[in-house]
């Protein structure tokens, strides 16, 4: 139902065209958690047992190809920023009965660059404290950054920043599993555009404290998205067509009638066979082409991944029948289209 009520919000946007002759929709997909650390888990506590990591670690600035030194960045907050946003991520799925976060950090060591892991003893204490079924324990969190700018051929400045983080985690049981390791990386880039100063090409750039704290977060969201279940929103894209009876399906679809819609999909290629125009050559138009993709979308909705694989490769060769750049390119699109279906097809099967 809930698949049911976020195709209806968002067909509204059908009448946005993102391209030439083609139109994007939204659902929500159930996507599976990627690691098993949770499983039977129900009551969690987020540990802090990392160091804050020294302002002057990890951090470079290259201009006009010479690298400046005494960069500094304070990252006091970026472990608490990277906890928090893991444990509202975990709150707010549903999957979990309580999720608790201790927000200082349980380590006593002064060095940052080796890391300390939580002792068994200590787990079990705060396990027995706090009632939960599992401990999520932070040891470390690396955050690197570079920034670059540097004069073009253009004659114009153009900065960047890449951001990297790489954060370590223990997880703890009350029962007796043993204690399980996981690692959560991500990168962000952000670019200037051409300028006439490398001043102005810097300033184009985000404030770095705040972009590592911001790519903390990020990376503590993404650690959260692998732990349990989640729903999010995929571009599903329908194409349209000088054809009545692309146009007739189009209008069905919008209103959730899909066996309607394919009906009318279908007819494309039965009147143009009637024709003499398509078949009997061996030629293919691009009505036959899109009527055939947004068929395998109408049956993925109606949950028959097999047709719709078979659709899809359908449309794909069709695409590529069309011998011009736009066909090539919606040929690519579709053998992308065809793997999200197959893994879609896999997992039904192993259900």
Not at 40 to 53: D, E, H, S
Not at 153 to 181: C, I, L
Not at 183 to 207: C, G, H, Y
Not at 321 to 335: E, P, Y
Request: charged residues 20%.
């Amino acid at each position: 139902m809930r698949i049911k009520h976020t195709i209806l919000f968002c067909l509204l946007l059908l009448v946005m065209p993102v391209a030439a002759q083609q139109w994007y929709f939204t659902i929500d997909e159930y996507k599976d958690a990627e690691r098993d650390a949770l499983r039977g888990v129900r009551n969690v506590l987020v540990v802090n047992n990392a160091l804050i990591q020294p302002a002057d670690f990890g951090h470079s600035t290259v201009l006009d190809g010479k690298n400046q030194s005494g960069i500094e960045i304070a990252l006091d907050r970026a472990p608490l920023y990277n906890m928090f946003s893991l444990t509202q991520f975990l709150d707010a799925s549903g999957e979990l009965t309580r999720v608790e976060l201790l927000d200082q950090s349980q380590n006593s060591s002064t060095n940052y660059y080796q890391r300390m892991v939580l002792s068994q003893e200590r787990a079990k204490e705060l396990i027995q404290t706090y009632e939960v079924d599992a401990l999520l324990v932070l040891n470390q969190l690396v955050l690197y950054d570079v920034v670059e700018a540097f004069l073009t051929d253009e004659g114009g400045y153009y900065a960047y920043m890449q951001a990297f983080a790489q954060s370590h985690w223990n997880v703890y049981y009350s029962d007796h599993r043993p204690v399980k390791t996981i690692t959560q990386a991500d990168t962000l880039v952000w670019e200037s555009d051409i300028e006439n100063t490398r001043m102005q090409a810097l300033n184009k750039l985000p404030n770095r404290q705040e972009a590592l704290l911001y790519l903390a977060t990020t990376v503590g969201e993404a650690l959260g998205q692998s732990l349990v279940p989640s729903w999010e929103p995929v571009r599903r894209y329908l194409y349209t067509a000088d054809n009545i009876h692309v146009q007739n399906g189009l209008d069905a679809f919008r209103y959730q009638r899909w066996e309607e819609a394919i009906h009318h999909w279908k007819q494309v290629a039965t009147e143009e066979a009637k024709g003499e125009r398509l078949k009997a050559r061996g030629k293919e138009t691009k009505a036959t082409a899109v009527a055939a993709a947004n068929i395998a979308i109408a049956y993925e909705l109606l949950g028959d991944y097999s047709l719709a694989c078979d659709y899809a490769n359908e449309a794909s060769r069709l695409f590529g029948a069309l011998k011009t750049a736009w066909g090539r390119q919606q040929q690519v699109n579709t053998r992308y289209y065809q793997e999200q279906l197959r893994a879609k097809q896999a997992k039904a099967n192993a259900r």
